[in-house]
DNA sequence: CTCTTCCAGCTTTTT
DNA sequence: GCTGGAAGAG
């Protein structure tokens, strides 16, 4: 194979780059993808066979993309036998087939992040530690840290950093929950994400002999992403590579963003010390983006200490200046930031699957949200509550992974008494009680109630007749495949006839909801049959606990605006890129700017933000913005005033926002018709660039105020208090209007 | 045991 | 502004 004619010299020095460690340094940009893809088909036509490479992402997204285009090259056959996915998903599978010696079985079922807290806060009820110093958050946080960090329990216990950290926390006994939490997970057959990678490591450290199979089965690495691996994925990697050496890792320190959940720059940086006979490629032409784009880009990230020294470039057209748009308030940010988009896309006839809003956190997507419909703009919003997390989905998933390992405590607890049968949180506490006493998993002591005599007759009896139903389920699990099985699961367990007595709008989508998880495991059942692989409810399982909402892309035509966080946006690309809601305490947000470190990482994050677009680039703030329902008036990001000023266009002044004539549906209810039209009264300009909210007490007859809508206007009176406070204002534009002012955003100019 | 209502906490990011 | 859990009534 000749690449040479699509790839510069440094990519195609990385693709062909022949066996021992390689580090690849790629810019945003700079075709990281394509090198890796390319890399793996340089090794096939080399003719190591395809079930010899192990190539390992982040997103499952990034697996198929890349797959696919691996595909596109070698061919779909051997692109298939590859061994390429996520970290979780390739070790999920891995630890499958060795569970036993680890001492779970191969129907081990996967909680996630919910399940996890639930079963950490049932424990600390259990251990009657105060759920207000204990929150589930903060534990798990504690947990999660130690297992990426491979502190099994008993070490967690022992270490007098930790136990000094807990202590100065006020939360002493976090190793307790932890010991018991790792204990009811293994009881119940389960793992959660991080055991995933935690179980991979003791299943290496302990039997040489496994670590020894996989280490000539996986003849050569590749590592996407490799600064957000964190150290038990770094170990993991470091132990399947150390008998060949061929390793070849692909990552951007200058975009690592995950450190919050443990990922480590040092990997990268270190790299040199694991393999001194490694070689360095850099990629540092940016084939993405305007000079313009990547020069402020360079611009913020330079001001980071901890970095691989490498220079970005392009050689695209400078193309346009940045353009920073300074909203009122938040509602006016979307408003304007949609309005720039809707133009854009008529003046210039794009379409709208060219522009992509980013923010820090998911909460800020509504407002964009609620604008975008009503200029039927049609969006495609990511993140938030996906799919499997619906209440109704994990309800049919967890009836089914009772059927498949019916120790699973958090499935057997989510729905023992779903629909309602008569088996109360009393009857359920006891059951738990009595599995913690004997040591055994809660569906043990189903299995032998009549060892229990402390039941009244009527509540065995229902005992009895949920674990006879699970056991059918269990049965039918054994024997056939997928579809049937959970088919008849949705059907007999009830959840249909629960959810199809409710007509209501959520209701019927509820019930929609289940067919959609039905119609998954068809689709799962048919692709099984082509591909030739088992089809059984297990792996299924197995399959969609790994899966994100961003997985399940719908196959829709209609070109849409891209709305998701920047974290979720890494390694994606749009012609225009809208980075919004850059404000103090939000981006950087306000746990970070105390620390140097965290405050690096926001940095970065903002980098990846900003090299997310190709041709231009628009980024906003709001003066005022609601959190919490609470009003704040945010300073601008420190980040804005990085970029070096020459690639932003001259800032224009605040505007009023142009008006769609149906904005703020809170404020048509309370508007009053005012009788008899008061005497015009004379409201003098107002300085927009001097505006701050004001709280509805300091809202006082005969004070000029200014409106996102109505613009400047005079308060004529005040009547009510608390929550009913409305004022009387008269506009210059509007005339009089009744304002409910727990609803109205007003404003007026500083003293 | 179930249903309703009220309150607190939440908003950092994800496999 | 929403959701999940607690608490209280039936």
């Known amino acids: 194979m000749d690449f040479s004619g699509e790839l510069n010299n440094s990519q195609l020095e990385a693709v062909v780059h022949a066996s021992g460690p390689a580090l690849v340094i790629a810019g945003a940009g700079s075709g990281k993808t394509r090198v890796l893809t390319y890399r793996v088909a340089q090794l096939l036509s080399n003719g190591v066979p395809a079930y010899r490479v192990l190539a390992l992402t982040f997103t499952n997204k990034a697996a198929r993309e890349m797959q696919r285009r691996v595909a596109s090259l070698v061919g779909d056959m051997q692109a298939a036998s590859l061994w390429m996915g996520t970290f979780h998903s390739i070790f999920g599978k891995i630890l499958r087939?060795?569970?036993?010696?680890?001492?779970?079985?191969?129907?081990?079922?996967?909680?996630?992040?919910?399940?996890?807290?639930?079963?950490?806060?049932?424990?600390?009820?259990?251990?009657?530690?105060?759920?207000?110093?204990?929150?589930?958050?903060?534990?798990?946080?504690?947990?999660?840290?130690?297992?990426?960090?491979?502190?099994?329990?008993?070490?967690?216990?022992?270490?007098?950093?930790?136990?000094?950290?807990?202590?100065?926390?006020?939360?002493?006994?976090?190793?307790?929950?932890?010991?018991?939490?790792?204990?009811?997970?293994?009881?119940?057959?389960?793992?959660?994400?991080?055991?995933?990678?935690?179980?991979?490591?003791?299943?290496?450290?302990?039997?040489?002999?496994?670590?020894?199979?996989?280490?000539?089965?996986?003849?050569?690495?590749?590592?996407?992403?490799?600064?957000?691996?964190n150290y038990s994925q770094y170990l993991i990697i470091k132990k399947l590579s150390a008998l060949h050496h061929n390793i070849c890792v692909v990552g951007d320190d200058a975009q690592s963003i995950y450190s919050f959940r443990g990922a480590r720059l040092e990997n990268i940086l270190n790299f040199k010390n694991d393999y001194p006979e490694y070689s360095l490629y850099k990629l540092e032409q940016n084939?993405?983006?305007?000079?313009?784009?990547?020069?402020?880009?360079?611009?913020?990230?330079?001001?980071?200490?901890?970095?691989?020294?490498?220079?970005?470039?392009?050689?695209?057209?400078?193309?346009?200046?940045?353009?920073?748009?300074?909203?009122?308030?938040?509602?006016?940010?979307?408003?304007?930031?949609?309005?720039?988009?809707?133009?854009?896309?008529?003046?210039?006839?794009?379409?709208?699957?060219?522009?992509?809003?980013?923010?820090?956190?998911?909460?800020?997507?509504?407002?964009?949200?609620?604008?975008?419909?009503?200029?039927?703009?049609?969006?495609?919003?990511?993140?938030?509550?996906?799919?499997?997390?619906?209440?109704?989905?994990?309800?049919?998933?967890?009836?089914?992974?009772?059927?498949?390992?019916?120790?699973?405590?958090?499935?057997?607890?989510?729905?023992?008494?779903?629909?309602?049968?008569?088996?109360?949180?009393?009857?359920?506490?006891?059951?738990?009680?009595?599995?913690?006493?004997?040591?055994?998993?809660?569906?043990?002591?189903?299995?032998?109630?009549?060892?229990?005599?402390?039941?009244?007759?009527?509540?065995?009896?229902?005992?009895?007749?949920?674990?006879?139903?699970?056991?059918?389920?269990?049965?039918?699990?054994?024997?056939?495949?997928a579809f049937p099985v959970a088919r008849h699961v949705a059907l007999s367990s009830g959840i249909v006839a629960d959810l199809s007595g409710d007509s209501t709008p959520e209701g019927v989508s509820r019930r929609e909801n289940v067919e959609e998880l039905l119609n998954a495991v068809k689709a799962f059942s048919e692709a099984a049959y082509k591909e030739n692989n088992e089809d059984r409810l297990a792996r299924f399982l197995s399959e969609i606990a790994l899966l994100t909402d961003q997985d399940n892309e719908k196959s829709d035509d209609t070109p849409k605006v891209t709305l998701m966080t920047v974290h979720s946006a890494k390694g994606l690309e749009f012609p225009t890129v809208c980075v919004v809601g850059l404000e103090e305490a939000l981006f950087p947000s306000v746990q970070s700017v105390y620390?140097?470190?965290?405050?690096?990482?926001?940095?970065?994050?903002?980098?990846?933000?900003?090299?997310?677009?190709?041709?231009?680039?628009?980024?906003?703030?709001?003066?005022?913005?609601?959190?919490?329902?609470?009003?704040?008036s945010p300073r601008p990001s420190r980040f804005i005033g990085e970029i070096t000023p020459c690639f932003i266009s001259a800032p224009a002044p605040a505007r009023v926002p142009p008006r769609t004539g149906h904005e703020h549906p809170v404020q048509a209810r309370?508007?009053?018709?005012?009788?008899?039209?008061?005497?015009?009264?004379?409201?003098?300009?107002?300085?927009?660039?001097?505006?701050?909210?004001?709280?509805?007490?300091?809202?006082?007859?005969?004070?000029?105020?200014?409106?996102?809508?109505?613009?400047?206007?005079?308060?004529l009176s005040v009547e009510g208090t608390g929550g009913n406070r409305k004022a009387n204002v008269y506009f210059g534009k509007h005339g009089p209007k009744v304002l409910l002012l727990k609803f109205a955003r007003l404003s007026a100019e500083k003293e």
């Open 97 to 229: 087939v060795e569970a036993e010696i680890l001492g779970y079985t191969r129907d081990f079922t996967i909680y996630d992040a919910q399940d996890s807290r639930n079963m950490i806060k049932q424990i600390i009820k259990e251990l009657k530690l105060d759920d207000k110093i204990y929150k589930s958050n903060d534990v798990q946080g504690r947990i999660s840290m130690a297992k990426n960090m491979l502190i099994t329990p008993e070490a967690y216990a022992l270490s007098d950093n930790i136990r000094q950290a807990d202590k100065a926390a006020r939360k002493p006994a976090i190793h307790e929950v932890y010991r018991y939490y790792a204990a009811r997970c293994k009881k119940s057959n389960v793992m959660d994400f991080d055991d995933l990678l935690l179980q991979t490591n003791i299943l290496f450290r302990d039997f040489p002999d496994v670590l020894e199979k996989y280490q000539r089965k996986f003849e050569y690495l590749l590592v996407d992403e490799y600064q957000d691996t």
């Open 287 to 481: 084939y993405r983006s305007t000079t313009t784009i990547v020069g402020a880009a360079n611009s913020v990230i330079a001001r980071n200490q901890e970095q691989i020294p490498k220079e970005l470039f392009s050689r695209n057209e400078e193309g346009e200046k940045i353009k920073v748009i300074r909203a009122l308030s938040d509602r006016e940010e979307s408003v304007q930031v949609v309005n720039e988009i809707y133009r854009a896309a008529r003046d210039e006839r794009q379409d709208y699957s060219r522009f992509a809003i980013l923010y820090r956190t998911n909460a800020q997507s509504r407002l964009f949200e609620e604008v975008l419909r009503k200029l039927n703009i049609p969006y495609r919003i990511y993140g938030g509550t996906s799919f499997y997390q619906r209440k109704e989905v994990k309800d049919l998933l967890a009836y089914l992974r009772l059927a498949v390992n019916r120790e699973d405590e958090e499935a057997l607890r989510r729905v023992i008494n779903y629909p309602r049968r008569g088996i109360g949180d009393t009857t359920v506490e006891m059951l738990r009680e009595i599995a913690r006493l004997h040591d055994v998993s809660t569906w043990n002591v189903l299995e032998n109630l009549d060892r229990f005599n402390q039941l009244s007759a009527a509540t065995a009896r229902r005992l009895v007749a949920f674990r006879e139903m699970i056991d059918g389920f269990s049965a039918m699990a054994r024997d056939e495949e």
């Open 595 to 632: 620390s140097a470190e965290n405050l690096e990482e926001e940095r970065r994050l903002f980098y990846v933000a900003l090299t997310r677009a190709e041709k231009r680039l628009i980024l906003s703030h709001a003066l005022t913005r609601y959190r919490n329902g609470e009003i704040t």
């Open 670 to 715: 309370v508007e009053r018709r005012v009788e008899a039209p008061v005497e015009p009264v004379e409201v003098g300009d107002v300085d927009l660039t001097r505006l701050r909210p004001l709280l509805p007490e300091a809202i006082v007859p005969g004070i000029v105020v200014y409106h996102d809508v109505f613009g400047a206007g005079k308060v």
